[in-house]
């Protein structure tokens, strides 16, 4: 007989934003609706005593660790019955949170005290960093490129009761002056727009890069989406736990050779390659490094983390043939284990898992551009509640299918929770299940079914359905 059982389990955090934070787009009480919303609020940021120069490059001798300032944001939050998301403009064109209502969770890594570090070291275009958080665009270079603190600017371009659409726009016409020799020189012309949008019955966020080209010659650039993710984390201290998954449907990954010793716990494949076992978890990362997807991401259209001391979880969706890369990076497990006061004792060391989806395979292989030419990157991301793995992912459901001579087991969450489904898994001709199943937003949704013996077929397909018959996913798992 088959089953449905609930799928949650694990610590609950407490979902009230902290005071100090002023993060004034907090979770509220509002009723539920089918209805999105746009509005404008602010929130307030501490770094460490800096100074800039009229070009962004950091002025020799400024920073003062001992000193915290307080830097006020404007911000525009987008809201419906399950999400929460803030984004911020001005420092990086930015989605800065995005909270999960039905767990209260925040899903990506704001850090609290902002601290500048590779001063003078040539590793980044402006040689200097400083890590904000949450999902941005970088371009034209990689490495953050040169817009992560520059302003974006905002607009509205479609505020209905169903959906709201905002843009976030930038033109490199702009160069550094000493920038390292290992970026590009001068501006590119390159245009971007990123496009947010959040829909009524969506617990998805949809997003949209366009990277157009308007003069008359092919330009040199690169282009990566980066997410600092920590799934599943109190809105008042989020980070990523020592419970965190790399999810990826990879095989293996290479290192540049400074990080050759992330890849000291894993089998070697050859050719540069491990395979990617134990680096998936946060736990295993011994110290800060890259490790890239090898050769790329080979087809797969989905990736992000999984906190599994709550099992819940941010999936980027996106077609990965436009962004075949994926880099990973954490400071290193040791990371989590700093918790000292950041605005007693700020460090740059913090607990976060940052993935990168970039049009080439790999930092400083770079892409090309041509006159006129457009790019374009589409994204969904989608908080996921109640999963241990993924395996397949599109636009409408994230699932987590596996079968074993016993029986088929699933798990997976609805993007529309609150669309009727049909959920259908058949060994052959055998129906296995076949049943009418409602989304659980809060828990996720998790079928089991036993497979009869001597039955033919060595696959079982899983196949959801709207109630009218629309497909939404179909998949097939191996019995092993």
């Known amino acids: ?154 607009k509205i371009v479609k505020e209905s009761a169903q959906e709201v659409t905002v843009s976030m726009s930038l033109k490199d016409d702009f160069a550094y002056s000493a ?19 959040l829909k009524a019955d969506r617990a998805a966020l949809d997003t949209r890069v366009l990277l157009r080209n308007p003069q008359d010659k092919t330009v040199d650039y690169e282009y990566w989406t980066c997410m600092t993710l920590a799934p599943g984390s109190d809105p008042n201290n989020p980070k990523t736990t020592g419970g965190a998954e790399i999810i990826a449907p990879i095989q293996a990954y290479s290192t540049p050779a400074w990080s050759a010793n992330l890849s000291e716990g894993d089998e070697s494949l050859g050719l540069g390659r491990s395979r990617f076992e134990k680096l998936r978890y946060f736990k295993n990362w011994p110290t800060m490094g890259i490790a890239y997807a090898a050769p790329d991401m080979q087809g797969g259209n989905f990736w992000g983390v999984i906190n599994h001391d709550n099992e819940e979880g941010i999936i980027r969706i996106a077609d990965n043939r436009v962004t075949p890369g994926l880099k990973m990076w954490t400071w290193g497990f040791p990371s989590f284990t700093n ?29 090309k551009l041509p006159a006129g030419g457009e790019v374009s990157v589409t994204e969904t991301y989608s908080p996921i509640v109640g999963m241990s793995n993924a395996t397949d992912a599109n636009e409408n459901i994230v699932i987590n299918l596996s079968a074993a001579a016993s029986g088929v087991n699933l798990q997976f969450f609805s993007i529309e929770p609150a669309a009727p489904l049909r959920v259908t898994l058949k060994r052959g001709d055998a129906i296995l299940f076949n049943d009418a199943v409602k989304a659980n937003p809060k828990n996720g949704n998790r079928i089991s079914a036993p497979i009869p013996a001597g039955g033919s077929g060595e696959q079982v397909r899983l196949t959801i359905m709207t109630a009218d018959g629309r497909e939404l996913i179909a998949a097939e798992t191996r019995i092993r």
């Open 179 to 197: 920038a390292p020799a290992q970026f590009l020189k001068g501006a590119t012309g390159i245009e971007a727009t990123y496009y947010v949008t």
């Open 339 to 367: 918790e000292a006061d950041a605005r007693k004792d700020p460090s740059e060391a913090r607990p976060y898992v940052e993935l990168w989806a970039g049009v080439s395979d790999q930092f400083f292989h770079r892409a």
């Open 1 to 154: 007989m088959a089953t449905q059982v609930p799928a949650r389990s694990g610590v609950r955090f407490a979902a009230a934003l902290s005071a100090a934070f002023a993060f004034h787009s907090a979770v509220d009480a509002a009723p539920i609706s089918d209805s999105v919303s746009l509005s404008e609020s602010s929130i307030s940021w501490s770094t460490v005593k800096y100074a800039t120069s009229a070009e962004s490059g950091f002025v020799s001798g400024s920073l003062d660790k001992k000193t915290i300032v307080d830097r006020t944001f404007k911000t525009h939050v987008l809201e419906n019955r399950y999400l929460k998301v803030t984004l911020v403009p001005e420092f990086g064109g930015r989605i800065l949170s995005i909270i999960y209502k039905p767990t209260g969770h925040e899903q990506l890594y704001r850090t609290e005290v902002g601290v500048p570090y590779g001063i003078s070291a040539g590793n980044f275009y402006y040689d200097w960093l400083m890590v904000y958080g949450g999902i941005f665009p970088t371009f034209p270079d990689p490495e953050h490129g040169r817009t992560w603190l520059k302003p974006w600017d905002f």
